[in-house]
């Protein structure tokens, strides 16, 4: 047997060591001396990127409005009036305040090193119509039994529509109307029985002929297409603009699009119609951010705009 001592091969290794140090660059060639500063100007300041160490609120706090928001800069999580709100990468969120809500709101940031950055929002009282009735509240008209037997699995239907999370930056839009047309009726209007207030109009109403089609006011994603008439909604469709901000559209004749659509602003999503108890052919658009109802006149604007 013949052993085979370690020497031809550390010696190899010598040889491609001494081959790698020959391709390294010596020390004084590639980098140059120092470029001599310029007479009379001092260097710029390193780049340095402004904090946002408040929150930045757009819109007005009013009942029935929507507000956009930034947080703080290197904010981890954000409450409002106590509920967690999601915020984007970039610090971006939603805040709307209901039709009754109250005269004041609380935002909350907390910052990865724990401290808190905390802004109180005074509420503005919305206006609203109201009708003095003279005559006794009667309750809501003619529950038959068709209407009793129907209805708990209507409102499951909502309510598991209304609890879908999806993903869309249609609430970063600027909303437009879904149709145009004669606003016929109008968001948070109330008939007063007595001194008695009846419940409240939950949306705008848009008077059109039926078949005239309506569009996404933002883009969004489906969550609830009727297959057959609700009692009191009709067809009814809803659209998720993510963060919580949800359309809902009643009444309809016909919906051209189903459960998990993702739409995009000014896409035909229907007809008008007079399904569900109306009187005459419109649509009834409502808008909801969680349980606040909101008026969408103050996302969409004056029409025609
Ligand atoms: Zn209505």
């Known amino acids: 047997m013949i052993l085979r001592g370690p020497w031809p091969r550390h010696g190899a290794a010598i040889a491609l060591l001494a081959l790698t140090a020959a391709c390294v660059p010596s020390a004084d060639t590639g980098i140059g001396p120092a470029a001599p500063p310029i007479a009379g100007s001092p260097p710029p300041p390193p780049p340095r990127a402004a904090v946002r160490a408040d929150f930045v609120l757009t819109g007005t706090a009013e009942q029935g409005a929507v507000m956009t928001g930034l947080a703080p800069d290197d904010a981890r999580t954000v409450t409002f009036d106590g509920q967690p709100v999601p915020i984007t990468a970039d610090g971006r969120f939603l805040i709307a305040f209901d039709r009754d809500a109250g005269p004041g709101a609380r935002l909350v940031a907390t910052l990865s090193d724990g401290r808190r950055v905390e802004r109180a929002i005074a ?77 409240y109009h939950s949306g705008t109403d848009i008077a059109a002929p039926a078949g005239t089609p309506f569009v996404a ?81 103050k996302l969409a604007g004056p029409m025609g705009e």
């Open 123 to 199: 509420v503005a009282a919305g206006i609203w119509r109201l009708e003095q009735v003279n005559a006794p509240y009667r309750g809501s008209a003619s529950s038959d039994a068709d209407f009793e037997r129907r209805r708990p699995a209507e409102l499951a239907q909502i309510a598991a529509a209304r609890a879908m999370r999806v993903d869309s930056n249609g609430w970063m839009q600027r909303f437009r109307w879904p149709v145009a047309g004669r606003l016929s009726g109008f968001f948070g209007s109330q008939r007063v029985y007595q001194g008695k207030p009846g419940s």
């Open 217 to 297: 006011p933002a883009d969004g994603v489906v969550v609830l297409a009727a297959a057959a008439p609700f009692t009191l909604e009709g067809n009814l469709l809803i659209v998720d603009h993510g963060m919580g901000l949800t359309s809902a559209f009643l009444h309809c004749q016909r919906l051209d699009v189903k459960v998990g659509d993702r739409v995009v602003q000014g896409q035909v999503l229907g007809t008008v119609g007079r399904t569900g108890r109306v009187t005459g052919a419109h649509m009834h658009w409502g808008l909801k951010w969680r349980d606040a109802r909101i008026d969408p006149g």
